[in-house]
């Protein structure tokens, strides 16, 4: 059996560092089953982080945002990661500030003029959806250099922040990080553009379905369109529905992997993308423990169904997981592995 008062403490000191007042809900279902140890575990790791944590994270970039504001202009400021869905294990968490360049925007110029091309999928379209998507390939285009708005953003933003933070790495090619002394917290300030595919025109450029596309320095080019916000906004809507239980299992995934001493290459991204897949009647309703025997089932499916794993996409629907990747599903087996032990012993204290 796992120590899993060790296991609770490594957890605390996680996402509880500074030992900060539980809160009381909180405090008070962790003393309805004070009893049991392996109940104690797995509700800590399925326990988002300390609200004052999370603040300070987010006060970290609203400072550096407060910085930049005065070199820069033409940018949107918007924030990406875990931290924007509450399912970090780690009080401070570094928290992810994107500095978008709203000059100009790229699109999805072959999609668009798939659907409009192809009678089939225009046909699913009304006259005024049919509109948007002309009016995007007939647009002019941008007359300055999108490139060297980009350069300049990064360079500006170094320049910047380096005289005002002891502690500032601008050797990243995607990324300057800073780190915050007084709040312990770092940032990751990335430069980026926006990306529209046919979903972001057709809902009139609501930034939850907008792309971007992340500047990289040292190629000084632009990389793959990615959709943070609208996994941001799935995880929220997915979590909300089901009253937090979304949010408690990847949560839970990440703490495993935090504590196991088995190799697993599995990201959060991986994790969200695991606990989304999962159709929320199979656990809507289910208590705390309940939900490690449906994490369980899902992984155990993943690792031996082929189609399942070769099928299963990011939140965002953009990026296939597993495919053509065996070290995933190797890391997946050792997960399972880590997930069984834990769950024999919690068949053993309730009934599941």
Known sequence: MKDYRKLIENIQARTNPENLILEKAFSDELSSISYSDILKYVRYAMKGVEPEYTQKSRLAGERVQNHLKDNLSYVVYKYQGSVMTNTHIKGTSDIDLLVICDKFYTFDRKSITTVLTTESLKTQLNTTQIQKLQGEIDN???????????KKNRTDSENTLIPVYDICDISHPKAIKIRNKSLNRVVDIVIANWYDNVTAVLRDKDSDFRGIQVYNKALNSKGNPDYPFLSIK???????????????????????KADSDLEIKLTSFDFNAICYDIETYKYSNKNFYELVPIIYIQLKSLSENIEHSNKLKSVDDNEYIFRNDSTKLNSLRNL???????LLDLKKAVVI
């Not at 002019?140 to 980009?150: E, P, R, T, V």
């Open 234 to 256: 799935r995880i929220n809507d997915r979590s909300s529905e089901t009253n937090g239980r979304l949010k408690k299992m990847i949560r839970f995934l990440k703490n495993i």
């Open 140 to 150: 002019a285009g941008y007359s300055g250099n999108a490139i060297n708005d980009l």
């Open 336 to 342: 399972i592995s880590e997930i069984e032990s834990i």
